[in-house]
């Protein structure tokens, strides 16, 4: 009788393995996501934080000087940011000395929605700026993330890491198929041909396995009770 693949030893101890593999592999990388996560959302607002701590200066000085075309110049810089959709400038009276915005990543798509479900933090940051002899309030530069697309790329890098997670789970299966069917699964097929042909009265002076574990002690053992047997029998 020949046995069905899927009910072969190295058939079923390869999908234990891929079962065992997919569920700590699944475990493992939700952590390492989660830890992402949390370094995510810190190198992005002190990367933010930074970013407009270059441009703090500048930005007080074309409030202090009423220069708007350097004012212009700021908040075009600041927009040139991947994560930045808006900047604006505000002079101590309140007023909006200069305002940039670019079009934002699309909110609707698929790994948008993902991360953004996941990946919550704040879009809106604003810094006081200090304007020297000024008596009538304080200038402020504003600007605002582009939530979406920070998701966005959160959830490509989270998805890109739950795949190569399960391509390699799938190829560590693959690898133990090939091992269990090399070392126990094809032996123990050679040794059920092995009894079939003494059931059948064949001569079979080779034992189908002879290495020096406990297959091969139990072939041994099997081969001299089979010619024990033999003897009784004649």
Avoid at 41 to 55: C, D, Q, V
Avoid at 79 to 100: C, N
Wanted: glycine share 4%; charged share 20%.
């Amino acid at each position: 009788m020949t046995l069905k693949f899927r009910h072969r030893i190295a058939f079923k101890q390869a999908r234990a393995v891929l079962a065992i593999s997919l569920v700590l592999g699944l475990i493992s990388t939700s952590i390492q996501i989660y830890l992402d996560l949390q370094q995510e959302r810190k190198s992005s607002i002190a990367g933010i934080e930074r970013f407009m701590e270059l441009h703090k200066d500048t930005a007080t000085r074309a409030v202090y000087n009423l220069n708007y075309a350097k004012a212009e110049e700021v908040t075009s810089t600041l927009i040139s940011h991947p994560e930045i959709y808006q900047a604006i400038l505000v002079d101590d009276f309140g007023d909006k000395m200069s305002e940039h915005t670019k079009p934002r990543t699309s909110p609707n798509t698929f790994l948008s929605q993902l991360g953004g479900y996941f990946f919550k933090f704040n879009t809106h940051y604003e810094t006081n700026l200090k304007v020297e002899t000024s008596r009538t309030g304080i200038a402020k530069l504003i600007i605002e993330l582009d939530a979406s697309f920070i998701a966005n790329n959160f959830a490509l890098r989270a998805i890109t890491g739950l795949l190569f997670g399960l391509i390699y789970n799938v190829v560590l299966a693959f690898i133990f198929l090939l091992f269990f069917y090399k070392y126990l699964s094809r032996p123990v097929v050679d040794i059920l041909a092995w009894v079939n042909q003494l059931r059948n009265g064949e001569n079979c002076d080779q034992l189908p396995y002879t290495k020096k574990d406990e297959i091969g002690e139990l072939v041994s053992r099997f081969s001299s009770l089979w010619s024990d047997r033999e003897l009784m029998t004649d």
